[in-house]
């Protein structure tokens, strides 16, 4: 089942993972071992969720990498098929395939 307009990894951790426990973006970074700046952009949407931070989450207690990683991967997938139309890719034919 498709997913209409998932929302983005930072979304879903400043409201769940941030916010039910009073945590500033400074305090989180900190807790994290990350820039500000780089949690920041994440809670934004201006950057996606690495393996790494996914990892970091992880260990924090809020769930776990795998699970992050696909909240990231569904974000991007359904925003890439939203443009799937303007890439132009043919089926490669079966029969030219060597024996």
């Known amino acids: 089942m498709t997913m209409y307009n ?3 990894p930072g979304e879903i951790i400043r409201e769940d993972c941030l916010e039910p426990l009073n945590l500033t973006v400074t305090a989180a970074a900190a807790w994290l ?3 500000r700046q780089s949690l920041s952009e994440l809670l934004n949407g201006h950057n996606g969720l690495s393996a790494q931070m996914a990892i970091r989450l992880e260990k924090a207690g ?3 990498a795998e699970t992050w ?5 569904a974000y991007d997938l359904w925003h890439a098929k939203r443009n799937a139309m303007a890439i ?3 089926p490669y034919p079966v029969h030219a395939l060597p024996a």
């Open 6 to 8: 998932p929302p983005h």
């Open 62 to 64: 809020w769930s776990n």
């Open 33 to 35: 071992g990350v820039s």
């Open 69 to 73: 990683l696909g909240v990231q991967l």
């Open 88 to 90: 132009a890719v043919k």
